[in-house]
C-alpha cells in the first residue's frame, strides 16, 4: 500500500512545476516589531512541524462531549490511546502520499505526536525554500534583536493541500512585545491594592489576620478537607515552561509553616519534556511554578503531585504547549489532573491553526479523561496594560472548549464578601464556537446584560471563565521568605488541587476519575459560590468590560468552589 501509493505520489510530483503548487498560508507583511534583514542562510537547519489532517476529529470531540457529561450511558468511558489514535492518526492515503513526498526530495520526517498527525523533518533553509515554494527570511525584533528565520508565504503540491493542514514555523511569529507579559501583580502591604488585614466573617480569627489565602485558611473558605487522601491511583501534574521552577525546599519551608499537620518531606517527582529541568539553586524557584507546586502539595495532602518540566523552544511557547500534550497522551496512564498556568496568550496574537490544533490536542487529552485546568489572564475584559490594548481579546489557551479556565476573585475592602477581581480575565472567543454545555448559563448572561457591548466580541464564541477562585496567597522563595502575591495562576492551582481531591474520593469508590469538568460544571452551577459584585473593565476604561451578576459571567464563570457540594454531587454520579 505504502509502496504503490508513494510510487504514484513520485510519478506526480517528479514532473510537478511551480504552477502545481498551492499556497497554504501566507501574509502581506511581518507583524509589527519585525523587519527584514534579508534572505536567511541557505544552509541554516531549520526544524519544521507538520500538521496532518486528522481522520475524524469530530467525532473524538462527539466521543468526548459523551463520555464527559453526566448522565449519559458512556459518562467516565475514558479512551485508551489506541482509540484516541483511531480518530486522529491521518489517513493511510494522506500519510503515503506525504511521506512519498518528503522521500522524493530526499527527506525523512519522525513522528512528533503519538498518532502521527504531527510529524517533524529538519532541513537546510535552501530545501525549504524549494518544498515549500517559499522565501525564508531573517528577521529582526526590533524590541529585542533577536533574530528569527519566516516566510510570509508557503505551499505544496495540490495533491497534498487535503492532507497538511499546516507548516510551523512558517508565517506565526513570536511575541513581538518586548519583555513579555507581567504574570503576577505583587500585592504586599506596599503593593497595588492596600494592605488586606481581616477576612470575611465566615473565617476563622487566625485567617483574619492575614487576609491572605494560606492552606488552612483555604480549607476554611471553600471547605476543603484537610484529612489526607485516601492512597490511591491518583496523579495530579503541575506544568512547568521557560525554565519556571519549583523549589523542594522551599516547599519544604512551606509546608512547615502553613501545613505543620502535613509531613514537612513530602515532595513531588519530576517529568522532563523537551530537555526541561528543574533547577534547584537556592533563588532559583519560579513565580508560577514555586507557589503553584506549594498549593498543589499543600492543598491535596496524600496524592502524589509531579513536576513537568517543558523545555524551551526557540521562541515558541505554543509548540512547548504541544509538545506537552503530546508527551501526555503517549501515557499509558495519563495523569488524572493537569494544571497549567503558563502566562496565556491572547488570541489577537496567535494563529487560529495553531490554537486550534493545541486545542485539538487538549480534546484527546479530555478523551483519555484528564481535567486540564488552566487560568485565563490577569488583564481583565482581555486587554494588556501594554502599548497596543485590545479591549474583549479573548486568552488562550483558556479559550478551548477543552479546557476548564479558571478566572479570579478577591474580598473588597470591608472583606465580607467574595466578588470579581478587576483583573480576572474573561471574554468571548473569535477562534472557538460556543460548546452546548454553555448555551444555558451565556444566554442566560447576554440576556441579563441587555445585550450591552455585542456588537464589540463574539457572542457566538467559547466563553471564559468556566470558574473562579481567590489569588491573594502567601508562598516561600529563597527557602525561607514569606512573600505574598497575586496571580490568576493561583486561582487555577487552588480549583485544580479541588479537583485533585474529589477526583480521589471518586477512585476510592472505584469510580472513574472526572475527566473533562466543563459539562459537570454546567450541569451544577449550585455547587459554586456565586459572585454577584465586581467586573473586569481592563484597559479600555471602566464602561469597556464586563460585569459579574447573579449565575454564570465572564469575569468569574459561575464562581468559586463549594467543596462540601461538589463532594455531595460527584459521590453520586
Ligand atoms: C532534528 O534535529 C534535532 C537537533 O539536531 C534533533 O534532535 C532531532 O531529532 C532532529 N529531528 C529529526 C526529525 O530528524
Ligand atoms: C539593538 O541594536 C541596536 C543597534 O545595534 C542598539 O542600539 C540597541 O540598543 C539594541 N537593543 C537591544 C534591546 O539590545
Ligand atoms: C514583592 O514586594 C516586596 C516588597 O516590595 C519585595 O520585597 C518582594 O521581593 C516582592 N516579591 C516579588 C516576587 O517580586
Ligand atoms: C524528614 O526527613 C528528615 C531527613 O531525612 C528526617 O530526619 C525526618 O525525620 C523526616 N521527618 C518526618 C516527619 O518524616
Ligand atoms: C466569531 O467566532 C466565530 C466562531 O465562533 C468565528 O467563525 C468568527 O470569525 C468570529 N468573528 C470574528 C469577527 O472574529
Ligand atoms: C435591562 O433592561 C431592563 C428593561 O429595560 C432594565 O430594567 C434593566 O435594568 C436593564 N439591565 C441592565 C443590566 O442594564
Ligand atoms: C458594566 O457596568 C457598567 C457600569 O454600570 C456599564 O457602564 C457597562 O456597560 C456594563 N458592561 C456590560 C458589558 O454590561
Known sequence: MFKYLAAASLVFLIGATAAEFVVLEQRNDPPAGFSSVGPAPADQILS???????????????????????????YGQYLTEDEVKQFVAPSADTASLVNGWLASNELTAAPASPAGDWISVNMTVSQANDLLAAEFLTFRNDGTNQTVVRTLSYSVPRALKTGIEWVHPTIIFPEARNGGFPSFINKTSSGTTGGRSVTPASVSPECRATSSWSPVCLQELYGIPSAPAKPVKNKFWVSGFDNDFANKRDLQAFLETFRPDMNPNTTFDFVSV???INNQLPAGGGIEANPDMQYAVGLTNGIPVTFISTGTLPNDRLTEMLDQANHLLSLEHPPNTV???QTPGLESQLSPQMAVSLCNAYAQLAARGVSYIVQTNLWGAGSVPLPGCK?????FPASCPFVTAVGATQFDDDQTEETASESSGGGFSNFFRRPKYQDTAVAAYLRAT??????AFNVSG??????????????IFDLGVVDFLSAVGYSATIFASTVALLTNERIAAGKPGLGFLNPLIYANPGAFNDMK???????????????????WDPVTGFG??????LHEICSKL
Open 48 to 74: 519544521l512541524r507538520l500538521a496532518l489532517t486528522q481522520s475524524d476529529i469530530v467525532g473524538l470531540q462527539d466521543t468526548v462531549y459523551e463520555i464527559s457529561t453526566p448522565g449519559n450511558p458512556r
Open 274 to 276: 523537551d530537555g526541561g
Open 339 to 341: 494544571l497549567n498556568t
Open 391 to 395: 479591549p474583549f481579546d479573548a486568552p
Open 450 to 455: 441587555n445585550n450591552t457591548h455585542t456588537t
Open 462 to 475: 467559547r466563553a471564559v471563565p468556566d470558574v473562579s477562585a481567590v489569588w491573594f496567597v502567601p508562598w
Open 533 to 551: 459584585t465586581g467586573s473586569n473593565p481592563g484597559c479600555a476604561g471602566a464602561a469597556i468590560g464586563f460585569n459579574s451578576t447573579s449565575g
Open 560 to 565: 468559586s468552589p463549594s467543596y462540601p457540594k
